[in-house]
């Protein structure tokens, strides 16, 4: 940062309360009047009018022993800036840089400082020092531009803006081999005594301590001057989001009704807003954990349907590219009890689901179509497995997600029954109807032995979903040892199962009609023995077909015990 000393003598101005005076021999005759504060002054006796064309013209019907008074309320910048004006005038010592040259200036301008009034009046110097040190500097030229936001129209009829943005976009654009100047760069990992060369992205924390539209202004003249990689715009845009964004990935922000946090909440849309109208069209200009965090933020904020809906088909066009950690956002809504932002994850997905079906109607089991769904499918589950552990979470909605993907989706069931299995454990007062409407979900034929073997013993689990991996775990032992076609086995299987799961659900509904005490370990024992009656006939005919009736027998009557241990609880 550079800075510029003009005068010489020492500093005689000081306060009393709204007034500030100079302290001289010599008596005020000058009242300048600044919004609440009143400068008592000189008019001849000190240069201070004859270096102020305005103050020459207001002074003019005057004579030299009046006291005059001037209400200049309308000065940009303020008392504060017409001081620095006085000062000068009086040869006082004032230092000026970057962060009050915007406001000293368009004062200057609007006391009329200029040469015609006088040589080497303020504005010449001023000028100067703008030229040949703020727009040199890297970070002169932001915070002198980060001023302008308080005198936007001084600053844009004065060419301000303009020059200090060019200024701005002439060093983002030079090659990175001859970035000499200071800049921040405060990357978590990044070390610049251990990096020979400049990172491409080294302009984007100083660029963000900008105003929305100014960076804006950035942006757009960075990528209307070249063509950036979008990468790189995209980076800028990241870390804009971090420095002015509220953080919605911790914890539930509070919602407070105060007018100071409500007018925070609608600046921070206004960011939040432009940012997304600003990310480049091109796939990965900006990551999936960005954009799923912006949507988790616009939730928070209240942002327009039009900017959530843009966030969710750009997030739907990356989805495949998520991780789990990407996906886990605490509820934004007051009235949600659960944690887990589950909505948010099932509107993108949705999303996703669109732009898969517009694909080949056709795909192959090795396509790339086929490992994208299943790569989601995957995921999806790993996130159920996640926000089933919510004591909170409704079922419906976790039903609802899972049920969203298609049956492509998934080359197994075994992450849908852990995450059945979870939700069952931390949710044990969830009713009979509830559990079969979970495991109603799950495909038996899918699930890996390991896992049927669980099941089997899983007392979480309905009547009928266990008798349902029991006839599986049958049919694919069965065919493990016999080496049979498979359409025969399931043909002379098939008349065997739908016989035993019909009166299985006539017993379980029989039972959910009578009261607890009446539901003993009879009424289990009769279907164990109906299903036992019924196998064992299916494995009299095929013994007839094949030697080793009695192992096979004996292999088809392994479910008995697993009911005994039923009844027994």
Known sequence: MKFMKIGTKPDTFYTEEATRTVISDIPSDLTIRINNVCFLLHKLQIPLVPKCG?????????????????????????????????????????????????????????????????????????????????LEGWKDSIVALQTTIKLPE?????????????????????????????????????IKKQHQSVPKDWWTEDVSDLDIDLFRCIITAVRSTYIPPPQLIGEALHVYACRWLPDTTKSRPLHSSGSQTEESREKSRRILEAIVSMIPSDRGSVSIGFLLKLLS??????????????????????FEEATLNDMLFPSQLPTDQHFYDIDLVAAVLESYLVLWRRQSPLPTENSHIVR???????????????????????????????????????????????????????????????????CRMLDCQKLSPEVRAHAVKNERLPLRTVVQVL??????????????????????????????????????????????????????????????????????????????????????????????RRSSR
Request: aromatic content about 6%; overall charge neutral; hydrophobic content about 35%.
């Open 471 to 564: 006839f599986f775990d049958q049919e694919s032992g069965s065919r493990s040892t016999t080496h049979k076609p498979e359409s025969i086995t399931r043909a002379r299987q098939a008349p065997i199962e739908a016989e035993a799961k019909e009166e299985c659900d006539k017993k379980v509904q029989h039972e959910g009609t009578k009261s607890s005490s009446r539901v003993t370990e009879t009424s289990e024992r009769e279907i164990q023995k109906r299903m036992e009656a019924k196998m064992v006939r299916g494995d009299s005919e095929k013994g007839k077909e094949r030697k080793g009736e009695t192992n096979s027998t004996a292999k088809m009557m392994e479910p008995k015990q697993v009911f005994q």
């Open 54 to 134: 305005l103050l020459q013209r207001l002074c003019s019907d005057a004579d030299d022993s009046d006291i005059v008074t001037i209400d200049l309320h309308d000065v940009p910048g303020g008392e504060d800036a017409f001081e620095l004006c006085a000062k000068f005038c009086y040869g006082i010592t004032i230092n000026l840089g970057a962060h009050n040259f915007v406001p000293a200036f368009c004062a200057a301008k609007f006391l009329r400082m200029t040469e015609s009034i006088e040589k080497g009046n303020f504005v010449l110097k001023l000028e100067a020092f703008f030229n040949s040190c703020i």
């Open 297 to 318: 933020i616009a939730n928070y904020l209240g942002a327009s349907p039009v900017t959530k809906t843009e966030l969710i088909r750009k997030a739907g066009l990356q």
């Open 372 to 438: 994208s769904i299943r790569k989601i499918g995957k995921l999806i589950d790993s996130y159920l497995q996640v926000v089933a552990r919510d004591v909170n979470m409704p079922i419906s909605k976790l039903v609802s997600l899972a049920e969203a993907l298609p049956d492509v989706a998934r080359e197994d069931h075994d992450g849908l029954y852990k995450a059945i299995n979870i939700y069952l454990k931390e949710h044990p007062d969830v009713s009979k109807a509830d559990k079969k409407r979970m």
């Open 154 to 190: 001084w600053s844009e009829n004065l060419g301000i803006i303009r020059r200090c943005i060019d200024s701005i976009v002439e060093k983002i654009l030079t090659p990175t081999s001859k970035v000499s100047w200071s800049y921040t760069y405060t990357r978590p990992g990044y």
